[in-house]
């Protein structure tokens, strides 16, 4: 833990007291979003103190050069940007003809900035005395609609408190904004129009390179003591932005207040030509409905997003405010309306590592959105890659693979790869396996195998295509091996025969066969198609065959254990605990080269091939990998202590499952890593789900059935979820002396609970 002002709270993330040093990590963890755009919690009013500016629209990236110091063949032309999109939140407020800025007023007292996440808004409120001597009250409430996903809105009022004021609001769009990431320092957007209609103000803005078209737009209300006031206002437009400015005068005790309507519409919805048009409309309409009406069908919204995904835990509020933080999160990232998005590693909170989509969704947030919604949100996700599946083997022709062998990308936006870290682009093949086990892992959940004939048998050809080219044979070893990669753990590059690499290759080349033979024999018209696509023959699937029966794993005799790659005991093996804490966290106190020569381990790594293949291995040899691999770990990584919270479990070793999983529940709210204020760790957290339903409350699908073994941690007096198992919701309740299930619906359901069958009825609990 590295902060500690986040107050504890079961619904809502609280901060009080006003200090500039937490200005930047405020802003990440109160971010808004709405699936299709979001934004960091940056004041309305101008802030002239450190701040990370950031407003964000899904699927508008813009190609940065890629900056090296010399040229690889092969290296991937571009580092894909999350775009920093045009500012429509902006309200310069002024008492008296003095600036409101937090940073140079005399004192700030009462500062209390609230993240509401039962319904969906951001607030904050303060008092404040100006240089002027104008001491005022100031509240502010914003969110962007999750019913309308272009929309955001924003109230903001102020108070004088001991004089009588004259406020001016100036409401304002500025398209002039840059990333704060960019290699060249380059300017991204190019302002195409500058326009107000009435009392309306649009910009109109094109990304260079992708040619996204956007349409940033606002409109005001101004109201004294809640009455709507009918007001002169006055505008300037320049080259990159349009302002508005309100005078009104207000006695002191009279509160003042500004309603702004704002947001984007895209051609990605819209026609590039009638952006202006459609703005319009969106802000007549909630005019029309008004700021109070809009806040009561956000709350609405979220009611029924929470009704099947929230997870209540009793007795342990730090616990409880970590999953929903997580939970909501994942629902401002992702919702599933639109399959040409995805699940950025920092959703809408941040610039960081750029690209749109990771093996993190294929690995850690599919189970997530199965559980939690339809199946066919989960199905778009899949979908996803499989319409880049073209682009995937661009991607591995690039670097010499033939045959339509499929190399999909380690950061992406449009297919393409487009991360330009060597050792992460072109070593980091072990996401190729995540593709195909969130295939596998979506049949064994839905039920729905239709998805492998019509779509998913011709990503795992592709995929095992690569790995039987990627192989080669040893002589020396009399095996296949595979050799310069990096796996999960990234603190170690360029190893050969990474075994969580390796095993996944073999599974995916056996699991592609297998599926081959079930289409086969059952889905002929499909089977054909994807022969006669392909071009796939006996005599290369008996290639693959001898390449996935004899590929080399690492193991050594005296541990009795798998090892990470080739030569690992090579190294000076020392429990982290034996380290002195000043060197943590060692990803920013030691040189790249130190830890590389280190056996520390930034994230599961063989432990992540046993957490996705819980059923080839036993509990024996899982607890002797775990008591060998954990010791080693600094969980550096975002997406490490999720998959050992739910091993700790697996081995009944409930205060340690129970550490780790606070830790990722609340990795960004007390800052483990000591980076929460470039962005939150978005796709980490489905993790946080899956350590409470997978960990604690054992969960798995085993021969079409659901199967749970629930634990409770020690300081819990009981915690429930829901999930949505092929159409039927199960909600699981877990106290210290049984468990209860409530099946929703009209069909009974078989489940198996800690190795015995029991049958649920519908509407029906039954206690275990």
């Given at each position: 833990?590295?902060?500690?002002?986040?107050?504890?709270?079961?619904?809502?993330?609280?901060?009080?007291?006003?200090?500039?040093?937490r200005?930047?990590?405020?802003?990440?963890?109160?971010?808004?979003?709405?699936?299709?755009?979001?934004?960091?919690?940056?004041?309305?009013?101008q802030?002239?103190?450190?701040?990370?500016?950031?407003?964000?629209?899904?699927?508008?990236?813009?190609?940065d050069?890629?900056?090296?110091?010399?040229?690889?063949?092969?290296?991937?032309?571009?580092?894909?940007?999350?775009?920093?999109?045009?500012?429509?939140?902006?309200?310069?407020?002024?008492?008296?003809?003095?600036?409101?800025?937090?940073?140079?007023?005399?004192?700030?007292?009462?500062?209390?900035?609230?993240?509401?996440?039962?319904?969906?808004?951001?607030?904050?409120?303060?008092?404040?005395?100006?240089?002027?001597g104008?001491?005022?009250?100031v509240?502010?409430?914003?969110?962007?609609?999750?019913?309308?996903?272009?929309?955001?809105?924003?109230?903001?009022?102020?108070?004088?408190?001991?004089?009588?004021?004259?406020?001016r609001?100036?409401?304002?769009?500025?398209?002039?904004?840059?990333?704060?990431?960019?290699?060249?320092?380059?300017?991204?957007?190019?302002?195409?129009?500058?326009?107000?209609?009435?009392?309306?103000?649009?910009?109109?803005?094109?990304?260079?390179?992708?040619?996204?078209?956007?349409?940033?737009?606002?409109?005001?209300?101004?109201?004294?003591?809640?009455?709507?006031?009918?007001?002169?206002?006055?505008?300037?437009?320049?080259?990159d932005?349009?302002?508005?400015?309100?005078?009104?005068?207000?006695?002191k005790?009279?509160?003042?207040?500004?309603v702004?309507?704002?947001?984007?519409?895209?051609?990605?919805?819209?026609?590039?030509?009638?952006?202006?048009?459609?703005?319009?409309?969106?802000?007549?309409?909630?005019?029309?409905?008004?700021f109070?009406?809009?806040?009561?069908?956000?709350?609405?919204?979220?009611?029924?997003?929470?009704?099947?995904?929230?997870?209540?835990?009793?007795?342990?509020?730090?616990?409880?405010?970590?999953?929903?933080f997580?939970?909501?999160?994942?629902?401002?990232?992702?919702?599933?309306?639109?399959?040409?998005?995805?699940?950025?590693?920092?959703?809408?909170?941040?610039?960081?590592?750029?690209?749109?989509?990771?093996?993190?969704?294929?690995?850690?947030c599919?189970?997530?959105?199965?559980?939690?919604?339809?199946?066919?949100?989960?199905?778009?996700?899949?979908?996803?890659?499989?319409?880049?599946?073209?682009?995937?083997?661009?991607?591995?022709k690039?670097?010499?693979?033939?045959?339509?062998?499929?190399?999909?990308?380690?950061?992406?936006?449009?297919?393409?790869?487009?991360?330009?870290?060597?050792?992460?682009?072109?070593?980091?093949?072990h996401?190729?396996?995540?593709?195909?086990?969130?295939?596998?892992?979506?049949?064994?959940?839905?039920?729905?195998?239709?998805?492998?004939?019509?779509?998913?048998?011709e990503?795992?050809?592709?995929?095992?295509?690569?790995?039987?080219q990627?192989?080669?044979?040893?002589k020396?070893?009399?095996?296949?091996?595979?050799?310069?990669?990096?796996?999960?753990?990234?603190?170690?590059?360029?190893?050969?025969?990474?075994?969580?690499?390796?095993?996944?290759?073999?599974?995916?080349?056996?699991?592609?066969?297998?599926?081959?033979?079930?289409?086969?024999?059952?889905?002929?018209?499909?089977?054909?198609?994807?022969?006669g696509?392909?071009?796939?023959?006996?005599?290369?699937?008996?290639?693959?065959?001898?390449?996935?029966?004899?590929?080399?794993?690492?193991?050594?005799?005296?541990?009795?254990?798998?090892?990470?790659?080739?030569?690992?005991?090579?190294?000076?093996?020392?429990p982290?605990?034996?380290?002195?804490?000043?060197?943590?966290?060692?990803?920013?106190?030691?040189s790249?080269?130190?830890?590389?020569?280190?056996?520390?381990?930034?994230?599961?790594?063989?432990?992540?091939?046993?957490?996705?293949?819980?059923?080839?291995?036993?509990?024996?040899?899982?607890?002797?990998?775990?008591?060998?691999?954990?010791?080693?770990?600094?969980?550096?990584?975002?997406?490490?202590?999720?998959?050992?919270?739910?091993?700790?479990?697996?081995?009944?070793?409930?205060q340690?499952?129970?550490?780790?999983?606070l830790?990722?529940?609340?990795?960004?709210?007390?800052d483990?890593?000591?980076?929460?204020?470039?962005?939150?760790?978005?796709?980490?957290?489905?993790?946080?789900?899956?350590s409470?339903?997978?960990?604690?409350?054992?969960?798995?699908?085993?021969?079409?059935?659901?199967?749970?073994?629930?634990?409770?941690?020690?300081?819990?007096?009981?915690?429930?979820?829901k999930v949505?198992?092929?159409?039927?919701?199960?909600?699981?309740?877990?106290?210290?002396?049984?468990?209860?299930?409530?099946?929703?619906?009209?069909?009974?359901?078989?489940?198996?609970?800690?190795?015995?069958?029991?049958?649920?009825e519908?509407?029906?609990?039954?206690?275990?």
């Amino acid at each position: 833990m590295n902060q500690d002002y986040i107050k504890p709270d079961e619904w809502s993330i609280v901060e009080e007291g006003f200090d500039p040093g937490r200005v930047k990590s405020s802003e990440s963890l109160f971010s808004i979003g709405n699936g299709a755009m979001g934004q960091r919690a940056n004041f309305e009013e101008q802030y002239s103190g450190p701040s990370f500016q950031g407003s964000y629209i899904g699927g508008v990236y813009y190609p940065d050069k890629t900056k090296v110091g010399w040229w690889k063949n092969g290296y991937p032309e571009y580092f894909a940007k999350v775009l920093n999109a045009p500012n429509w939140i902006g309200i310069n407020v002024f008492v008296n003809e003095e600036p409101l800025d937090l940073h140079n007023c005399r004192e700030v007292k009462n500062f209390r900035r609230e993240l509401n996440m039962k319904e969906g808004w951001h607030a904050r409120t303060f008092e404040t005395e100006l240089p002027n001597g104008v001491l005022v009250e100031v509240k502010a409430l914003r969110f962007v609609s999750i019913v309308d996903n272009e929309l955001g809105s924003i109230k903001f009022e102020i108070t004088p408190l001991n004089q009588d004021a004259e406020i001016r609001f100036d409401p304002y769009l500025d398209g002039s904004i840059t990333n704060t990431d960019a290699n060249w320092e380059e300017r991204f957007w190019e302002t195409l129009e500058v326009k107000k209609e009435a009392d309306k103000g649009f910009i109109v803005s094109k990304t260079l390179k992708t040619g996204f078209h956007v349409g940033t737009y606002m409109q005001s209300e101004i109201l004294l003591n809640d009455e709507k006031q009918d007001l002169g206002m006055e505008s300037k437009e320049d080259e990159d932005r349009i302002s508005f400015s309100y005078k009104l005068k207000a006695k002191k005790g009279e509160t003042a207040a500004i309603v702004k309507y704002a947001g984007y519409v895209t051609d990605m919805n819209h026609d590039q030509n009638d952006l202006i048009s459609a703005a319009s409309k969106v802000l007549d309409k909630a005019s029309d409905l008004g700021f109070g009406e809009l806040k009561a069908q956000q709350k609405e919204a979220w009611s029924k997003i929470w009704e099947m995904s929230d997870i209540t835990i009793s007795g342990d509020v730090a616990a409880q405010q970590g999953i929903r933080f997580n939970i909501f999160q994942l629902n401002q990232t992702y919702l599933g309306e639109d399959d040409r998005l995805n699940i950025g590693p920092k959703g809408f909170t941040g610039e960081k590592y750029g690209g749109s989509t990771y093996w993190d969704t294929e690995a850690y947030c599919i189970p997530f959105y199965m559980a939690t919604k339809d199946s066919k949100v989960a199905r778009k996700l899949l979908t996803y890659r499989y319409n880049q599946l073209e682009k995937a083997q661009e991607n591995a022709k690039k670097l010499g693979f033939s045959n339509g062998a499929a190399l999909y990308p380690m950061v992406t936006m449009n297919g393409e790869e487009s991360h330009n870290e060597w050792e992460i682009t072109f070593e980091e093949i072990h996401r190729n396996g995540a593709m195909v086990f969130a295939i596998y892992n979506y049949v064994r959940y839905t039920g729905d195998f239709s998805y492998i004939p019509e779509k998913g048998l011709e990503v795992m050809i592709a995929i095992a295509r690569f790995w039987h080219q990627r192989a080669n044979f040893s002589k020396s070893k009399n095996k296949y091996v595979i050799l310069g990669v990096t796996g999960p753990n990234e603190y170690e590059n360029n190893v050969n025969n990474n075994w969580y690499t390796n095993y996944i290759a073999k599974w995916c080349i056996n699991y592609c066969i297998k599926m081959i033979d079930k289409v086969k024999d059952g889905y002929g018209d499909d089977y054909d198609r994807v022969m006669g696509l392909t071009h796939l023959n006996e005599g290369e699937i008996a290639n693959w065959e001898e390449v996935a029966d004899n590929l080399y794993m690492p193991y050594s005799e005296d541990y009795g254990v798998f090892l990470q790659q080739d030569g690992f005991l090579d190294k000076e093996i020392i429990p982290v605990e034996d380290m002195d804490k000043k060197h943590r966290p060692i990803n920013q106190k030691w040189s790249w080269d130190r830890i590389l020569r280190s056996c520390y381990i930034k994230q599961a790594d063989v432990l992540q091939g046993f957490y996705f293949f819980e059923d080839h291995f036993s509990k024996e040899e899982l607890e002797k990998h775990f008591d060998f691999y954990e010791p080693l770990t600094v969980h550096e990584s975002s997406l490490s202590p999720c998959v050992h919270s739910i091993q700790a479990a697996v081995l009944g070793r409930m205060q340690q499952a129970y550490n780790f999983y606070l830790r990722t529940s609340r990795l960004d709210l007390d800052d483990y890593n000591k980076e929460v204020e470039q962005g939150c760790h978005i796709t980490s957290m489905a993790g946080t789900w899956m350590s409470i339903v997978e960990g604690f409350g054992g969960m798995r699908v085993v021969e079409d059935q659901l199967n749970f073994s629930p634990q409770i941690p020690e300081n819990w007096s009981g915690y429930s979820f829901k999930v949505n198992f092929r159409e039927r919701i199960v909600k699981v309740t877990v106290t210290k002396d049984k468990t209860d299930f409530n099946l929703e619906g009209e069909e009974p359901l078989d489940i198996v609970i800690n190795g015995k069958e029991i049958t649920v009825e519908p509407n029906s609990p039954v206690s275990v």
